[in-house]
């Protein structure tokens, strides 16, 4: 039998033919296809003469690279240690054989009369002979680590094991979460910061009463402006009878008041003097200037709490649409002292009257904390908040129990939450007495805010990205940000795909 066995594709059999030639001139037996005996059978005879060589060059270019047949010789050769690869063009080594070193003849044509020639043929004798094998570093491939692991475990397990484990560390790997969120609930904490500008928290909202506490400064420039004696209120009807109010001289001027520097929390109510359901103004804006964390709260049947928590910034409430009002302070001063008949020294009722036109009041706070507490115009579906695209930093949707001191869900509360970026990834639906806890925002917005008269709840709708968005219990929360697997197994050009198996 022979010793060397020459491992080729069909179109590069010229080159075999002269590397055969070489090395039988040169004293070294060669097999190669050209062997084969008509009639003999093929494959057993290909089988025989590998397994009895001692030596299988292996000469690799394209064509060879996708041969089934040269490749299962080379693999077989790999695995009895007589393999001696030869690569005649750049990247034709399957990736299972770069775990190797090989000889590197770009261009070669085989020829005898060559540098190359002589090199291989050193190799053989040396693998013939049972010597250490070295090849030239000049004339030689580098072994690549991943081809020794496709050596070892075979190209196709090295594929299943990679793309399983990608696929577990994707499915591990979570984002951040595009998402809109709409939630229904009693209760609602976020933490806006309108930046270098100032930002209108509510739209125009009716309101048939709305009281103001930590009032600094109110100012109104009303035609006609009454004060009430309150010696003459009848507490039955907790009204003033005609004769207890007194005309005050305004003349449409500007007036106002100022928070006394007291004890007393200033506050300042408005409602119809007729103390009838009727709509007494609008809430036209609520002026952020700077950071302020904002508690929206129904306390009872269709009452709302707006508590607004600053730093050093009072807020500022534009009021509008009113003819006629009462407007009752306690803790404020009249600027025209004189001209008033009663002390001030007591929660006093003025009533003002504008006869032209529609009025404005605007009123200023006075410290840090600023609380409306608004009873709206009754309608099915109150906005509040619209298109202000407040950019808000912190989200809060549970609420604390005065007795307990525990957080708590509100008993109404329920939502969704839909992936912007992924449409096609389900979306999360959740209600108590389940959390949602949502952090680390950026570039997130809440779009409006509406107050649903029969469930007397909030509902909410906001969107942006969160780094931290999780459901559940306090002790079983759940992570709802999208992983690596989900961007990938619902892209929608693998919608067909999810189609076909029933995702």
Avoid at 202 to 216: A, E, I, N, P
Avoid at 217 to 246: F, G, I, R
Avoid at 483 to 500: E, K, M, Q, S
């Amino acid at each position: 039998m022979k010793e060397v066995f020459i491992s080729y594709a069909s179109e590069d059999r010229a080159i075999a033919q002269h590397v055969a030639q070489g090395l039988e001139a040169a004293g070294v037996s060669v097999w190669w296809d050209r062997h084969i005996q008509v009639g003999s059978e093929w494959d057993k005879t290909i089988e025989d003469a590998l397994a009895a060589a001692k030596c299988v060059v292996v000469l690799w270019t394209g064509p060879a690279k996708a041969s089934r047949w040269v490749r299962a010789e080379a693999r077989a050769a790999l695995q009895h240690g007589q393999i001696v690869p030869v690569m005649l063009e750049a990247d034709a080594i399957p990736l299972a054989f770069t775990g190797i070193q090989s000889l590197r003849f770009l261009g070669w044509d085989g020829a005898a009369e060559s540098k190359a020639f002589n090199i291989l043929l050193g190799v053989i004798k040396a693998k013939l002979e049972g010597k250490p094998v070295s090849f030239p570093v000049e004339a030689a491939t580098k072994a690549s680590w991943v081809g020794k692991i496709a050596a070892v475990v075979g190209l196709k397990m090295l594929v299943s094991v990679t793309v399983a484990v990608l696929l577990m560390a994707s499915s591990l790997w979570r984002l951040d979460a595009d998402v809109t969120i709409q939630v229904q609930t009693g209760r609602l904490e976020f933490l806006v910061n309108p930046g270098n500008e100032q930002k209108s928290l509510t739209d125009l909202l009716s309101f048939t009463k709305l009281s103001l506490q930590h009032v600094g400064q109110m100012s109104l420039s009303p035609d006609q402006l009454l004060v009430a004696n309150p010696d003459q209120l009848d507490w039955d009807t907790d009204t003033y009878p005609p004769e207890a109010w007194v005309a005050l001289p305004s003349h449409g001027r500007v007036q106002q008041f100022h928070a006394v520097q007291s004890g007393v929390s200033p506050m300042v109510t408005l409602e119809s003097p007729e103390r009838k359901e009727s709509v007494v103004g609008k809430l036209d804006a609520i002026v952020l200037s700077q950071p302020a964390t904002i508690t929206l709260e129904m306390t009872n049947a269709r009452t709302i709490s707006l508590a607004i928590r600053s730093k050093a910034s009072p807020q500022r409430v534009v009021l509008s649409g009113l003819t006629l009002v009462d407007v009752v302070a306690e803790g404020l001063t009249f600027k025209e002292a004189g001209i008033l008949p009663f002390s001030q020294d007591q929660e006093l009722t003025y009533q003002a009257l504008f006869d032209h036109a529609t009025g404005t009041i605007t009123v200023n706070g006075m410290d840090s904390t600023f609380i409306a507490v608004i009873n709206p115009e009754a309608s099915p579906e109150t906005l509040l908040f619209s298109s202000t695209e407040l950019p808000v930093e912190s989200v809060d949707v549970s609420w604390q129990d005065p007795k307990t001191g525990e957080r708590r869900s509100h008993p109404q509360f329920q939502g969704t939450v839909r992936y912007r970026a992924l449409p096609d990834l389900p979306e999360v639906n959740f209600q108590a007495p389940l959390f949602l806890t949502v952090e680390k925002l950026e570039r997130f917005e809440i779009l409006s805010i509406r107050l649903d008269s029969i469930t007397e709840t909030f509902a909410i709708e906001m969107q942006g990205t969160a780094g931290y968005l999780k459901i559940g219990t306090r002790d079983n929360p759940q992570d709802l940000r999208p992983t690596v697997f989900d961007v990938i197994g619902y892209h929608p050009i693998l919608a067909p795909v999810r189609h076909l198996i029933g995702l």
